[in-house]
């Protein structure tokens, strides 16, 4: 609380001001030592990265997609097929190879709970490695 000395009178009165200048003060040092180190800290080191001998892995020519259409029917690739087959279906087609990842397409219409369910019929069949695919967009501007 402030006071506020008046030659005036013999009473003191609060004053309900805030002095803001050293909070500005101090906003302004602060921004000049970010200013100062930001550059610093993102210099880029060169270095000259040895080579491996190891072959890349082979990526999957055709991934394993599971598309859930808005009418709630199941798809792996082209081929339909029920909610109850999809784990042996998954597994036919990743050679029973859990770490496989799948890739999950669900419509835009489908309501969250029906594409959860999904997710974890494929989690229960021991996938726990899929992915979401989406459209990209761009907007322009």
Do not use: C, W
């Not at 709630?72 to 087609?93: R, S, Y």
């Amino acid at each position: 609380m402030a006071v506020r000395l008046d030659h005036g009178a013999d009473e003191l009165t609060e004053v309900h001001d805030i002095n803001v200048t050293p909070f500005i003060d101090v906003m302004l040092v602060l921004l000049i030592i970010f200013m100062v180190v930001a550059p610093l800290s993102t210099v880029d080191v060169p270095v000259d990265l040895p080579s491996a001998s190891a072959q890349p892995q082979p990526r999957t020519d055709k991934p394993i997609t599971v598309s859930l259409k808005s009418d709630l029917t199941l798809t792996i690739g082209d081929d339909p097929i029920t909610e109850a087959a999809l784990p042996g279906a998954l597994d036919a087609a990743t050679g029973s190879n859990k770490t496989a990842p799948i890739t999950l397409r669900v419509d835009r219409a489908v309501h969250y709970g029906d594409f959860f369910h999904l997710i974890d019929i494929v989690r229960k069949a021991g996938y726990a490695k899929y992915n979401l695919q989406g459209l990209e967009t761009r907007d322009s501007k």
